[in-house]
């Protein structure tokens, strides 16, 4: 068969033009595949990041953990008091209306007493002073009835403050000792830092992230387990302030009532008394 030049010199472009196409197609679709390939290695490396906090617990030694243990039940026991002490002062404060709107229209403080509700401090105060008056003889005789009456009602008066008190202690200590424990967390994760660094002979940046970081987490959480244990101290401590004027109010009208059967004046005497 015979092919002229002309021919064959269309044939020779129509190839040539194919294969640039191809060429072209080929550039085309690899930054695709190398963009799908970035992404699929930083979702891997989310994943798998070694400065998290699992990590952190992971790759700590006893003494790292040891700390992040107290700072827990340290933030733990906080809340637990923070929240008891706050329903115990609710019910404390409700108890006091209690008293305030049955106890002085009873007939005698015995049976204003027995109105109140079992392990309210207004009951225990009352039945303190009433005790007071029935045992003021023999060698307490000595002493003037209204002195006694008002010693009795003060031990039971201190008594109410002491229980409502309990836990404030522990808010304190965590108050002022969580941000040590944090700083020796710190100090520690320092430490293992500048021991990677002299294992490894060089200050790479992968020898001592995660050391460093460690260190930065064990202040952060003992800053977050001192502060609301201090906010809760003072909180708690303003709102017993309170609670006890109330508790010294109830105190001191029952000491006249009492001053005032014990002469004889009668329950009139009483009302007359606490005015």
């Not at 209204?146 to 409502?164: C, D, I, N, P, Y």
Request: with cysteine; glycine share 12%; aromatic share 8%.
């Amino acid at each position: 068969m015979k092919v002229d030049a002309k021919s064959a010199f269309m044939w020779a472009c129509a190839l040539t033009g194919a294969l640039g196409c191809g060429l072209a197609m080929a550039q085309a679709s690899a930054p695709a595949v190398s963009a799908s390939t970035a992404v699929a290695g930083a979702a891997a490396v989310a994943v798998d990041n070694p400065y998290g906090l699992s990590a952190l617990w992971a790759q700590s030694d006893l003494v790292a953990k040891g700390v992040l243990v107290i700072m827990a039940i340290m933030s733990m026991g906080s809340w637990y008091v923070i929240i008891t002490k706050l329903f115990e002062q609710a019910r404390m404060a409700k108890q006091s209306r209690e008293a305030a709107a049955s106890f002085w229209q009873a007939p005698s403080v015995k049976q204003g007493a027995e109105g109140l509700s079992e392990g309210s401090p207004f009951r225990f105060i009352a039945e303190a002073g009433q005790a007071a008056t029935k045992k003021h003889d023999g060698l307490l005789g000595r002493i003037e009835l209204h002195e006694w009456v008002s010693m009795s009602l003060q031990r039971a008066t201190e008594r109410v403050q002491s229980r409502l008190q309990d836990g404030l202690a522990f808010l304190a200590t965590v108050g002022s000792t969580a941000p040590f424990v944090g700083l020796f967390g710190t100090v520690w994760g320092i430490y293992h830092a500048l021991t990677a660094i002299g294992v490894a002979g060089q200050a790479s940046i992968d020898k001592v992230a995660g050391p460093v970081g460690e260190a930065l987490i064990m202040t952060a959480i003992g800053l977050a387990v001192a502060v609301p244990a201090v906010l809760g101290y003072n909180w708690l401590v303003r709102r017993n302030k309170g609670v006890m004027d109330e508790v010294r109010a109830f105190s001191g009208d029952l000491h006249a009532v009492l001053l005032a059967n014990g002469n004889g004046q009668g329950n009139g005497g009483g009302q007359a008394g606490r005015g």
